[in-house]
């Protein structure tokens, strides 16, 4: 492509318009860098400076405190235990919701029957319906089976919450898939499973992938599920934060506050970091194509 | 023995029979081809001979068994698509194998057979490489491969030609036939492409709507057409159709043209008999364009050639030999001239016509009506 | 049934087949609908089940415990009648309104000032987009401190000079609704840019190219060719925004509790009280209800045009 040739009055706009997006990346970089510092400071040091001043040294008592002793409601432990929790909620909850996402995807591309179609589209809404309308009767359900605040419980709740969503990216990425290989693998003698495991799934890694980043921010991110469903030894991070940060036991601890907030938020971080590409993808899948 | 039999097959699928009863039969090494305009049923049909569709009403028997309701593997067909439908992830190798690894054949004859149709093919070289690094000559030659290498009782094969460039399908269509020739294998073999029709089968079933028009060998389809639409739909440029009066006697029925001059001629008609009872009436003339030709010194003698004065609107040389494009009873009419015969745009030329192979339709329903 | 045997040397006969063979057969066509088992489950009771219950839930007295005694849709007028509810109704439309509003708005400027061929254009865009991979519980963390009526933004402005610079919002009960459009606003527009920049690439080159010819100017051509042809996408982000709206319920948790008093609650926050701390069970599947029909109320007509639109093109 040739260049145009830059105008003085081009130069300018394109300076202008490197500023602007320089100031609005300033504003969106803004909280969490507030965080980091506030994070490094000592509670005096809160005091007599404001959001922007620097930490005199760093100091990382504030991390120490927020992992292993802060007060959240009414233990003092910090929140490394709920961290574990998260984890053991997460992994289950993503790989099994995946797992099954990637088996109706499958079925409702290429092995449709009567009314699967009609399932997709029940499937679909009961993505978008708001929660409270299933968390009473959730309830009932899970202290019926005795998984009441039990990780087990939780992890139930995330799959049947997030199949729906599991299901339509992998029947939407399916579905762009050729009909015609399936009819071949058929006619090749391949039966169900075999197909599925030889010639679709080596095919799907692009949206495993983004399946699981969206299923594991998804969880990982989820306040309403935990706070309803979780006891007081499993707790996910969001709600040992949320306990954490409304604690007022002695002064108020905003260092401490920050550095848990930001410990909560690392494992997303780091994985919107290493793989930012295909989290965009999974939050355009499907609003785009729509 | 039949290879194939289609038992009166219908396909439903809720609103109207997309299949209405669909009888065909091959013998077993013969090379069928289901052709038509696109939406007539006939990939439809193929899906149903191979499983993958089932099938509403009928049957459909391979030799003496009846595969109606057998599921596509079981059934022994390869099918070669359109779109290839190579397995992306797995090398030329491993696609040409795969069907043979879930019939658990041993590795070690895996590897032959791969061998055997690799140099049948002539695609050795490209056993190690993936799908998407191949060409698409390349790719339809390994979608070949594949089919050729479980040895089926019967060969599908779907558009198979339609993805390639021009020069590409020439060479392939070669190959085919070449390979049908060479090893005897029944194939099935479905097309809109009507030169494919007539240059690979032994036998041509012509489809639309839902409906066989006609099942027979190229040259009965060609020659013989049931209808005015396997008529036209066979031979390019397509069949002269010339609205036309039936006049003569019962013994020597002829049929009217008007030529450049005005003048009514009265043109010889090869099937009398069928003709006579439709004297007076108004019918349709199928004639091909080369039947209408510059006049040739070693047709002269024959009874069913007459000489036409006829206008010439648009000439086209295509090299081998030059089209014109004229007019008969108002209608305009292609015609096929050797390269050295002038004709002038505008003016008249005297051109033969060779009535032996002409064909009468009913003007109203199109079929035919002198048979 | 025919009654030939094999003959050619290799039976493919269905009626030759063994019973334990057809078993199997059986077995393998039902195949499909076996693996979608748990999810039938999921759909039938968990989902559409579930919403049912809660419905008859909410025609009851029940209060800690459900008591399945009828009384009509008495807690629905008691909801109408609940102040708190009220307010929490009010602040959902204002918070909506301009939630969705300014997402939309700073997206699509965002997008189309990323769109003008900006060198590190993945790295800016990264930085716009972040925030959508935090929880509403870590932004509200966040933005709580960084709105502290004394130690926040006020301090700061005061430090830089500006002394009569005065910012409590979140414990002014007239303001504090703004403050979770703030904070969500900051979590989310970077999702519709991203939207809007999926859709800018969509469009096709070769009207922009048309349309120059045709001696357009660039703003004209995004104002009056590119922006209407994103009318799909448009139309998406506002359908998940509002859902997004209509469910908040963390936001509010970690950035004001629904204070001060409960002059910044919504729905998600009312109905998690009543039917899970407060022993208000019929009246919380109440609310439930009311907000299950507010998301069907923008859902059905747009998965309508969707469907429809999707058959005729």
Known sequence: MVEAPMTVTRRAARLGLYAILAAVAFIYLMPVWVMLITSLKDVEEIRSGNLLSLPSSLNFDAWVTAWGSACAGSSCEGISSYFWNSFQIVIPAVIISTLLGALNGYVLSFWRFRGSELMFGLLLVGCFIPLQVILLPMARTLAFFGLANSTPGLVLVHVIVGTGFTTMFFRNFYIGLPQELIKAAKLDGAGFFFIFRRVVLPLSTPIIVVTVIWQFTQIWNDFLLGIVYSGAETQPVTVALNNLVNTSFGGKQYNVDMAAALIAALPTLIVYMVAGKYFVKGLTAGAVKG | ?371 | MNQQTNTAGRSINSAALSPLARLQQALADQLPKLVMAPTFLIIFVCIYGYIGWTFLLSLTKSRILPVWKFVGFEQYEKLFMNDRWMVSLENLVIFSFLFIALCLLIGMVLAVLLDQKIRNEGFIRGIYLYPMAISFIVTGTAWKWLMNPSLGLEKMMHDWGWTSFSFDWLVDPDMVVYTLVIAAVWQSSGFVMALFIAGLRGVDDEMIKAAKLDGASMPTIYRRIILPSLKPVFFSCFVILSHIAIKSFDLVAALTGGGPGYASDLPANFMYAHAFTRGQMGLGAASAMVMLGGVLAILVPYLYSELRGKKHG
């Open chain 2, 1 to 371: 023995m039949a290879a194939l039999t289609i038992e009166n097959a219908v396909k439903n699928y809720g609103q109207g029979d997309i299949l209405k009863g669909i009888n065909i039969s091959i013998e077993s090494g013969e090379f069928l081809i289901l052709v038509g305009p696109s939406g007539c049923g006939k990939s439809t049909l193929m899906n149903m001979i191979a499983g993958l569709e089932t099938v509403t009403s009928g049957r459909i028997l391979m030799g003496d068994d009846d595969v109606t309701n057998v599921q596509p593997k079981d059934r022994d067909i390869a099918m070669v698509f359109q779109s290839y439908a190579l397995y992306p992830n797995m090398s030329v190798a491993e696609n040409i194998a795969f069907g043979l690894e879930i019939r658990k054949v041993p590795k070690h004859e895996r590897a032959q057979e791969v061998e055997r149709v690799a140099k049948l093919l002539q695609i050795e070289h490209l056993l190690d490489r993936k799908p998407g690094q191949l060409s698409g000559g390349q790719r339809q030659r390994v979608a070949m491969g594949r089919a050729l290498a479980r040895r089926p009782r019967l060969y599908l094969f779907d558009e198979p030609l339609s993805n390639l460039d021009a020069k590409l399908r020439v060479e392939m269509r070669t190959e085919i036939k070449k390979l049908h020739q060479n090893l005897g294998t029944t194939i099935v073999y479905v097309t809109h492409d009507q030169i494919e029709a007539m240059t690979l089968a032994d036998r041509i079933a012509v489809m639309k709507d839902g409906i066989v028009q006609q099942f027979g060998t190229p040259q009965e389809i060609y020659n013989d057409p049931n209808n005015q639409f396997v008529a036209g739909f066979m031979g390019s440029p397509a069949m002269n159709f010339i609205p036309a009066k039936l006049a003569g006697t019962a013994a020597a029925v002829t049929v009217e043209v008007t030529d450049a001059n005005g003048a009514v001629q009265q043109l010889p008609v090869p099937n009398s008999a069928a003709l006579a009872s439709q004297i007076g009436n108004e019918v349709v003339l199928g004639l091909r364009p080369e039947k209408i030709t510059e006049p040739l010194p070693h047709k002269e003698a024959d009874p069913m050639v007459t000489h036409l004065p006829m206008k010439v609107l648009v000439t086209e040389p295509t090299g081998a030999d030059t089209m014109v494009v004229s007019e008969l009873n108002g209608t305009q009419v292609d015609c096929r001239l050797g390269p050295r015969f002038d004709v002038t745009p505008g003016a008249a030329a005297d051109l033969m016509v060779d009535m032996s192979l002409a064909v009468f339709f009913d003007k109203a329903t199109g079929e035919r009506i002198d048979r």
